[in-house]
Structure formats: C-alpha cells, structure tokens
C-alpha cells in the first residue's frame, strides 16, 4: 500500500477488503486478452450501509403530521429506500470492482464494461440478491527490453545559407517600422478618414463616418480601386467602393467598426479623406537593430548576427530532430514488442465511452488507436523495468518550461523566473494538468534512456528532405 495515504483511506481499504472477502466475485478468462468478472451481492453486503442512511434520512426528514426524527421507519422506506439501495449497491459494486481488480494485479486496458451478453435484469424493488457482470480487455504481458541491438535513426538538419538569409531576412521585417512618405504606390499605409458618399460621389448627410482608419493597399484584392490611390498626397479625397476593394465581409466589419451581419445591407461607396501615407521599411542592419535584438553590445557586427542566427536554427533543428527521433523510436519499439490488443474489447469501449467518435471514423481511425494503445503499454514496461521516476523538482521545471512557451506565444519572451514558478505552482495544483506534466517528463526521461541504450543511425538531411518524412 502507498505510504503517503491517510487514515481514512487506509480505513475505506479495510472496509473494502472485508466485503471483498463476504462478496462472490469470480474472475474467469475467456480467452489470453479478454475476460469476465462476475460479482454477486447479497442482502447482508449491503444492508448496514442502507439501513445507517435510511435512519440518517429519518432524523432529517420533513413530513406533516410529524414531528422531526419521529417520521415512521415504514414511511422512510417506502420513500427512499429503493433509491438509496440503488445508489449504494452501485457505489459498493464499483469501488469492490477496481478493488479487486487492485488486489489481484488484473491490469486491463480501457474501462469494465457491462457484459454483453448474460447481464441479468436488475429490478432493486423486488430483489434482494444482485448479480453483475463485467467485460474486462486484459492488458498483454511484455517482457522487452532496449538494447544496443535496437537500431533507430537519429536525422540531423543541415543549415544552409538559404536559410541563413531567410532567417535574416525575417529578422529585419520584424523589427522593421512604418514611416511617412509623399506619395502612395501598390503597397502603403493610407490613414484618414471614411466618409459614407451616394453613388455620384457626394457625402450622405448624418452618414457613416469612420475616423482614425487604417487601410492596406496591399491588402486590397481589386486592381481597379488599388489604383485610385496610386500618386495620392496627404490632404486628397479619394471616392472608391470599399466592398470591392476589400470582399471579404469580415475585413470590411474591421474596417468601418460594425457588425460583420451589417456588411451585406451596405453601399460600398466611400471617400477616404488621407491624413497620412506611410511605407513599411524593414529594418537596416547596424548596431541599432543588434541591440534590439541580442541586447546592448551583446553582437557587434554582421558576422557575429549571422554565428547567432546558425545557432538559433541549429537549436530548433535540434529540437525537431529529438522529437523524429521520438516518433522513430515509438515506431520501431512498437514493431519490436509484437503486441496483441483485445481489439473488439477496446473498439467497443470506445464506442460507447466517447460520443464524439462514430462506428466508420474508428473503422477509419483505429489502426492509430491500436499504436497510440501499444505505446503507452511499453512506456509503463519500460519506465516500470528502468525505475525511471520523475521528482517534484523535475515536474517543476517542466511545467516552468511549458509556462515560458506559453508566455513566448503571447509575444514575451522574458519572464521573470518568479512568474514562472508562480505560475507553475498554479499548473500542478490542477490534477489533470499536474498529471500531464508528470507525464510529460517521464516520457522525456524515457526517451534520454532509449537514446542512450539503442545504437543511433545518424543520417545528415537538407530541411526539405527532412519534411518529407512526414509525408510518407
């Protein structure tokens, strides 16, 4: 028994096993991966517990021409009694199923399910002994270990000057910057105003007005009202049709501030009074721009940008490369261990345990549950075999690490490592979370050992080679 439990579990555990030693409970395989658990109750399993309740609810009870607490016994069974037996012989049918299930190391796969077949009509007003049976999909035995034998190819990414300067070029648009120009071309910025205008051109009096606009010529999808703009100054007015500069009905709702449904029972004609031309200009390599991004004098020439850009991709490279190398290793330990799963068990669990998954897309889909099955089942083996085990600490910093990315996302890179553990102290509060985390690192440790142990097959690849992959 865990040694962190309390005393009331400790407690629900005796409880449990001394029903378990009065209770009928058989376990009968009826073939290597399936089998059939048969329980049987008697009045005696359950009456204490039902008659405690029925006596608590008498105390409680409520009813004219009766004092509290003197309500009649006869009264309160014939009131609750089947309801609470109901939910008592369930309580007690669970809770003395995975128990056994516990006690006598049966690890199954999925959930119990109600056997298909013999299930006994249950009528908890007339009878006093119940019988239950259940379907179980036994887990296989695996006896696998990793081994120098095990080989499994381990891609490394080459970085190419292609890349260099796509990355670089990157770089510069991110940090680049919109500035005024003169005149407007294909692709600037016009800021002004919108003015709502009949067909001839002329303002509609108390029209829409739409102040503090931004539009993108680039942006917009018809040649003939991009080009009214082309050579217009600061001070112009320019009439155009805006449904047709911009067709979707979604940017034209950004642009004018109303409801995307308003769009449709709209005249597309407005004038653009201009404020404003401005030109987005990327950023200009110099120690400005290395500043901005490394840090104050952290870079100090092209040179060192471009040493800190290989290693910047070199390191996400890294990253996909363990995450193939992952997905190799699953496959092959997979092909390796030659795992037989109850497959009609498991298909019917999940059929009749998740809604949101039909008969055709499992036919279509199963063969990846059957894998997805098989690895968790060699991911205990082996975790199980090697005593891999993973510390708070290490949860922790994992779920620090998961908040950074999380951080990274919304555009904030630097977090002060007091958010971050605050922030992942919240994370392991939240059991599923904290279960996922737990996980998470075990699976991570786990694949360290397999990397360590199996006889990696180094191959070099261009990127492009690399993503096909995924293609096959």
């Given at each position: 028994?865990?040694?962190?439990?309390?005393?009331?579990?400790?407690?629900?555990?005796?409880?449990?096993?001394?029903?378990?030693?009065?209770?009928?409970i058989?376990?009968e395989?009826?073939?290597?991966?399936?089998?059939?658990?048969?329980?049987?109750?008697?009045?005696?399993?359950?009456?204490?517990?039902?008659?405690?309740?029925?006596?608590?609810?008498?105390?409680?009870?409520?009813?004219?021409?009766?004092?509290?607490?003197?309500?009649?016994?006869?009264?309160?069974?014939?009131?609750?009694?089947?309801?609470?037996?109901?939910?008592?012989?369930?309580?007690?049918?669970?809770?003395?199923?995975?128990?056994?299930?516990?006690?006598?190391?049966?690890?199954?796969?999925?959930?119990?399910?109600?056997?298909?077949?013999?299930?006994?009509?249950?009528?908890?007003?007339?009878?006093?002994?119940?019988?239950?049976k259940?379907?179980?999909?036994?887990?296989?035995?695996?006896?696998?270990?990793?081994?120098?034998?095990?080989?499994?190819p381990?891609?490394?990414?080459?970085?190419?000057?292609?890349?260099?300067?796509?990355?670089?070029?990157?770089?510069?648009?991110?940090?680049?910057?919109f500035?005024?120009?003169?005149?407007?071309?294909?692709?600037?910025?016009?800021?002004?105003?919108?003015?709502?205008?009949?067909?001839e051109?002329?303002e509609?009096?108390?029209?829409?007005?739409?102040?503090?606009?931004?539009?993108?010529?680039?942006?917009m999808?018809?040649?003939?009202?991009?080009i009214?703009?082309?050579?217009?100054?600061?001070?112009?007015?320019?009439?155009?049709?805006v449904k047709?500069?911009?067709?979707?009905?979604?940017?034209?709702?950004?642009?004018?501030?109303?409801?995307?449904?308003?769009?449709a029972?709209?005249?597309?004609?407005?004038?653009?009074?201009?404020?404003?031309?401005?030109?987005?200009?990327?950023?200009?390599?110099?120690?400005?721009?290395?500043?901005?991004?490394?840090?104050?004098?952290?870079?100090?020439?092209?040179?060192?940008?471009?040493?800190?850009?290989?290693?910047?991709?070199?390191?996400?490279y890294?990253?996909?490369?363990?995450?193939?190398?992952?997905?190799?290793?699953?496959?092959?330990?997979?092909?390796?261990?030659?795992?037989?799963?109850?497959?009609?068990?498991?298909?019917?669990?999940?059929?009749?345990?998740?809604?949101?998954?039909?008969?055709?897309?499992?036919?279509?889909?199963?063969?990846?549950?059957?894998?997805?099955?098989?690895?968790?089942?060699?991911?205990?083996?082996?975790?199980?075999q090697?005593?891999?085990?993973?510390?708070?600490?290490?949860a922790?910093?994992?779920?620090?690490?998961?908040?950074?990315?999380?951080?990274?996302?919304?555009?904030?890179?630097?977090v002060?490592?007091?958010?971050?553990?605050?922030?992942?102290?919240?994370?392991?509060?939240?059991p599923?979370?904290?279960?996922?985390?737990?996980?998470?690192?075990?699976?991570?440790?786990?694949?360290?050992?397999?990397?360590?142990?199996?006889?990696?097959?180094?191959?070099?690849?261009?990127?492009?080679?690399?993503?096909?992959?995924?293609?096959?």
């Amino acid at each position: 028994m865990p040694s962190d439990v309390n005393n009331d579990s400790i407690a629900v555990f005796l409880i449990l096993n001394n029903y378990l030693e009065k209770m009928n409970i058989t376990l009968e395989n009826t073939d290597k991966l399936n089998a059939v658990l048969s329980m049987k109750l008697e009045q005696a399993d359950y009456q204490d517990k039902v008659g405690e309740i029925l006596k608590d609810y008498r105390r409680k009870a409520k009813v004219d021409g009766f004092r509290p607490g003197k309500v009649p016994m006869g009264i309160i069974n014939k009131m609750y009694h089947t309801p609470v037996l109901v939910d008592e012989v369930n309580k007690l049918v669970s809770e003395s199923l995975f128990t056994y299930l516990q006690e006598n190391e049966v690890k199954i796969l999925g959930e119990p399910l109600p056997h298909k077949d013999e299930q006994k009509q249950v009528d908890f007003e007339k009878d006093s002994e119940f019988e239950f049976k259940f379907d179980l999909g036994l887990a296989p035995e695996i006896t696998m270990e990793v081994t120098a034998k095990d080989k499994i190819p381990f891609y490394k990414i080459k970085v190419d000057k292609k890349q260099e300067d796509e990355y670089a070029d990157s770089l510069l648009g991110r940090y680049g910057e919109f500035i005024s120009v003169d005149k407007a071309g294909k692709d600037e910025m016009i800021k002004g105003v919108l003015v709502k205008c009949d067909k001839e051109g002329n303002e509609v009096e108390n029209g829409m007005r739409v102040e503090g606009v931004s539009m993108s010529l680039d942006m917009m999808k018809d040649d003939d009202q991009k080009i009214l703009f082309n050579g217009a100054k600061a001070g112009d007015e320019i009439t155009f049709d805006v449904k047709k500069a911009y067709p979707n009905d979604t940017e034209v709702a950004s642009l004018l501030r109303i409801e995307k449904e308003e769009v449709a029972m709209l005249e597309g004609t407005f004038k653009c009074i201009i404020a404003e031309i401005q030109k987005f200009e990327k950023a200009v390599i110099g120690q400005e721009l290395f500043d901005k991004v490394y840090g104050e004098g952290e870079v100090k020439s092209e040179d060192e940008m471009r040493v800190r850009i290989r290693e910047e991709i070199a390191g996400s490279y890294e990253r996909e490369s363990e995450y193939r190398f992952m997905v190799d290793a699953r496959e092959g330990l997979i092909k390796k261990a030659k795992i037989d799963l109850p497959v009609d068990f498991l298909k019917r669990w999940m059929l009749e345990t998740n809604e949101n998954i039909t008969e055709e897309q499992l036919k279509d889909d199963f063969e990846k549950y059957e894998d997805d099955f098989r690895w968790q089942l060699i991911k205990e083996h082996l975790l199980m075999q090697q005593e891999i085990k993973v510390s708070a600490d290490e949860a922790m910093e994992m779920a620090k690490g998961v908040a950074l990315n999380q951080y990274t996302q919304y555009g904030i890179p630097n977090v002060p490592d007091e958010y971050l553990e605050n922030f992942a102290k919240e994370m392991l509060t939240k059991p599923e979370e904290s279960r996922k985390i737990y996980d998470q690192k075990a699976e991570e440790k786990l694949i360290a050992f397999i990397k360590s142990t199996a006889s990696l097959s180094e191959k070099e690849l261009s990127s492009e080679k690399f993503r096909k992959l995924y293609e096959k």
